[in-house]
C-alpha cells in the first residue's frame, strides 16, 4: 500500500515533556513537511525537507525540531519549549508547486 | 506577500441546495499554482484540484465546479445539489516558490455543513 503514515493518531503529552510524532513515507518523494493545523487558522508550516540530512525551518518552527536521517521518514519532535503545543499535525509530501500536496491522517497532540 | 483569504468561516445549507465557497488570494508571482483540499471530520486532507495562473478555464467534476478570476484573484468553489457527504471543512491553497522550496499557503478554511 502506498501513501503516507502518521502515526500515533491521537498523542497526550505532559507539561515539560517531549514528544515525537512519526511520519513514514513509501512513494519515494524527496520533499516532506509538517503543518500544524489550530481551528480557525488553517495549517502553517512547521519544518521542510527536501533531501535527506537536510531541513529547513518553516514559519512556525520555534519549540520544535525534525531530523531527515532516511529518505522514508521525517520525525517531529516537540520540545517543552513549545509552549502552546496543543493541536492536530498534518504530515505532507509534495513533489513540485505544481502538483498537489499528499497527506497524511494526522496527529492530534494534546497537553495534559 | 502571500495570502490566501477565505472569508467565509463557516456555512449550513440543507441538502440539495447549491454552495459556493469563497477564496481570494494575493501573490506576486506571474505563475503561481491553486489547490482546494477537503477535510472531512477523520482529519485528512484530500486533494480536489489544481489550477495554473496560465489557466482561467472553469472547470467541472461532477456536482463540483471551480471558477478561475486573476483579474479579481478569486478561486471560487461551488457543490451543486449539495449532499450531507459534502460536510467538511474546505481549505483554498496558493502554493508559493520559496527560496529552497515550494510551499502551501492555505486559508484558514470554511466549514461547511450540509443538513438532511
Known amino acids: 500500500d502506498g501513501g503516507i503514515t502518521q502515526s500515533p493518531k491521537y498523542l497526550f503529552r505532559k507539561e515539560g515533556q517531549n514528544v515525537t510524532l512519526s511520519c513514514e513515507q513509501n512513494?519515494?518523494?524527496?520533499?516532506m513537511y509538517w503543518y500544524r493545523q489550530d481551528p480557525g487558522q488553517g495549517l502553517r508550516l512547521i519544518y521542510y525537507?527536501?533531501?535527506?540530512?537536510?531541513?529547513q525551518k518553516g514559519d512556525i518552527a520555534e519549540g520544535y525540531s525534525v531530523s531527515r536521517e532516511k529518505k522514508e521518514s521525517f520525525p517531529l519532535t516537540v520540545t517543552s519549549a513549545q509552549k502552546n503545543p496543543t493541536a492536530f499535525y498534518l504530515c505532507?509530501?509534495?513533489?513540485?508547486?505544481?502538483?498537489?500536496?499528499?497527506f497524511g491522517q494526522g496527529t492530534r497532540l494534546t497537553v495534559v | 506577500a502571500q495570502k490566501v483569504t477565505q472569508a467565509q468561516t463557516e456555512i449550513s445549507v440543507v441538502e440539495k441546495e447549491d454552495v459556493t465557497l469563497d477564496c481570494v488570494y494575493e501573490?506576486?508571482?506571474?505563475?503561481?499554482?491553486l489547490f482546494w483540499y477537503k477535510q472531512p471530520p477523520s482529519g485528512e486532507l484530500v486533494f480536489l484540484i489544481r489550477?495554473?495562473?496560465?489557466?482561467?478555464q472553469n472547470e467541472i467534476s461532477g456536482r463540483y465546479s471551480w471558477n478561475f478570476q486573476k483579474s479579481t484573484s478569486s478561486f471560487n468553489f461551488t457543490i451543486t445539489a449539495s449532499q450531507v457527504v459534502d460536510s467538511a471543512v474546505y481549505f483554498c491553497?496558493?502554493?508559493?516558490?520559496?527560496?529552497?522550496?515550494?510551499?502551501?499557503?492555505f486559508g484558514t478554511g470554511t466549514r461547511l455543513q450540509v443538513f438532511p
Open positions: 512513494l519515494n518523494h524527496d520533499a
Open positions: 501573490t506576486r508571482d506571474t505563475t503561481y499554482y
Open positions: 505532507a509530501i509534495q513533489t513540485d508547486r505544481d502538483t498537489e500536496a499528499f
Open positions: 489550477r495554473n495562473s496560465f489557466d482561467e
Open positions: 525537507s527536501q533531501i535527506v540530512n537536510d531541513f
Open positions: 491553497a496558493l502554493s508559493e516558490a520559496g527560496r529552497n522550496t515550494d510551499k502551501l499557503i
